[in-house]
């Protein structure tokens, strides 16, 4: 074999390897929030990314010969993200705290930096063996959940002891510090477990692992009594009605529908009748005197300082730093010594309690819409490839076989939908696991789409390039 063809494979191998190391191990080391996991793993990033950039100039994509991709979508989902985030790094090196705002923008740029790899980096079978891995790490992740549960009653995440507020109210946090933080893992992990189930699509045995996964996935998430979990969950289960099913015939489709109707009504009234302690939870939240709670006064204190800089933002990683100055709510006086309704002197918040009022709050309005742009853009596409499988399907009078591209495309749509849903009441895209693990979903959809022979182009036209299997999604 020629040395060139020697230096290719290598390269590729140990770009997969050092890609699939920061997907995989991340959620096992708490989410890589602190700084001694967040840095190493950020570096392995970099080294994965450098090596893609290297493959790129001397070797070319990692596409088989015969494949080409839309390079017109390409570019113009590559400019939307990258407009965002040149303005991410514009006010990182505007930020008066560097170490602070630092993190703040690797959380954006590090995800992008990987997906781009990703799906431009790529073979189409190390897309799939990558998007495989990721589902059964998820689940390994969900077993361990409920094996430390059941053995330590949750006073240990991985070799490490557990924050005593949550074993004092019995909740489980798997490989995460907290409960709710590793809720949002599985409701990933259930999402992608139902499209397995309800796609159609000739992988028999991942659909085999559908059923364990779902399984754990939702065991795990009852013992970590995440209020958000089954919030979000169940606002997206609108999403799997509308999209879930549009590879069968039209009666089949009515009849799976009136299932997941069914199921979550039927979940729905268990959660109001019985009496067991994730509904409990549920019952004890003070709904009527939400703005007593601490994340309504966060998320309060943290408008009241966006309202300070409204069009730029108070800057990337300032929340911490100037959550003193917002905390209080309205009503005090200091010419006569009246004290504000809500003086919020008893705890700090390091984090808004929404990731989406943070992004308002830090980013400015120009950064949040210039966010919602660039992800709006990417959901567009996704929504285009399965409505385009849905007109596949109805020419072929439902007897096209499907393909298991739309499978991952409807679990990133999925998995995006909930996460955004979640992260209204959490911060949960602070996690770096999270985020990076959210990315690795997207871009996996993103380069099946972008190799399709009938992709749409946002600006019109048609696809410049042919899939090397011919077929489309």
């Known amino acids: 074999m020629p040395m060139h063809d020697v230096i290719d494979r290598a390269t590729g191998v140990l ?28 570096t392995v990033l970099f080294g994965a990314v450098l090596l893609f950039a290297v493959r790129l100039v001397f070797f070319g994509c990692g596409y ?22 040149f303005y991410v790094l514009i006010r990182f090196y505007q930020a008066p705290v560097y170490l602070d705002a630092e993190r703040s923008m690797l959380l954006f740029v590090t995800p992008l930096l990987l997906g781009t790899a990703i799906a431009f980096g790529f073979s189409r079978r190390q897309l799939e063996a990558l998007f495989i891995l990721i589902l059964l790490n998820m689940l390994a992740l969900g077993v361990y959940a409920v094996v430390n549960w059941y053995k330590t009653r949750g006073e240990f995440v991985m070799w490490q ?33 139902l499209a397995l189930l309800i796609t159609r699509h000739k992988r028999i045995v991942l659909r085999l692992l559908a059923l364990p996964l779902l399984v754990v996935a939702v065991w795990a998430i009852l013992l970590t009594k995440s209020r958000g979990a089954a919030l979000s969950l169940g606002v997206v289960s609108i999403l799997v009605l509308a999209f879930g099913f549009l590879q069968w015939r039209p009666v089949f489709r009515h009849a799976l529908a009136v299932v997941v109707i069914a199921l979550t ?89 929404s990731d989406w009022v943070q992004l308002l709050e ?41 393909r298991f ?4 495309v409807l679990t990133a749509l999925l998995s995006g939908a909930v996460m955004a849903v979640h992260s209204l009441g959490d911060f949960n895209l602070q996690m770096p696991a999270t985020v990076w693990l959210l990315g690795g979903i997207m871009a996996i959809a993103v380069a099946f789409i972008l190799r399709d022979t009938e992709t749409v182009v946002f600006a019109g036209g048609s696809s410049d390039g042919i899939a090397a299997d011919g077929a489309t999604l």
């Open 15 to 42: 770009f997969f390897l050092l890609t699939a190391l920061v997907l995989l191990a991340a959620p096992w080391l708490f989410g890589a929030w602190e700084m001694w996991w967040f840095w190493p793993l950020t």
């Open 64 to 85: 088989p010969p015969r494949t080409h991709v839309n390079r017109r979508l390409a570019l113009t989902l590559l400019l939307g993200w990258a407009i965002f985030i």
């Open 161 to 193: 002891p557990a924050y005593p507020q949550y074993i004092l109210d019995e909740r489980a946090s798997g490989s995460y510090y907290c409960p709710n933080h590793f809720a949002c893992v599985m409701e990933i992990a259930f999402l992608a477990g």
């Open 265 to 353: 009504v039927g979940g729905t009234f268990a959660a109001v009748t019985l009496d067991v302690p994730f509904v409990q939870r549920f019952r004890r939240y003070p709904w009527r005197q939400l703005e007593y709670t601490s994340r309504y006064q966060m998320i309060g204190g943290a408008i009241r300082a966006w309202r300070t800089a409204p069009i730029w933002g108070i800057g990337p990683g300032m929340h911490r730093h100037l959550w003193p100055h917002f905390a209080a709510g309205a009503g005090g006086d200091r010419d006569t010594a009246r004290w504000p309704r809500h003086r919020n002197d008893t705890f700090h918040s390091y984090e808004v309690h």
């Open 362 to 402: 830090e980013y400015g309005l120009v950064g949040f819409l210039l966010f919602l742009t660039a992800l709006g853009a990417t959901i567009t596409l996704w929504v285009a490839a399965l409505k385009r499988e849905w007109r596949r399907q109805r020419a072929a009078s439902w007897r096209a076989p499907g």
């Open 405 to 408: 591209d739309y499978t991952v």
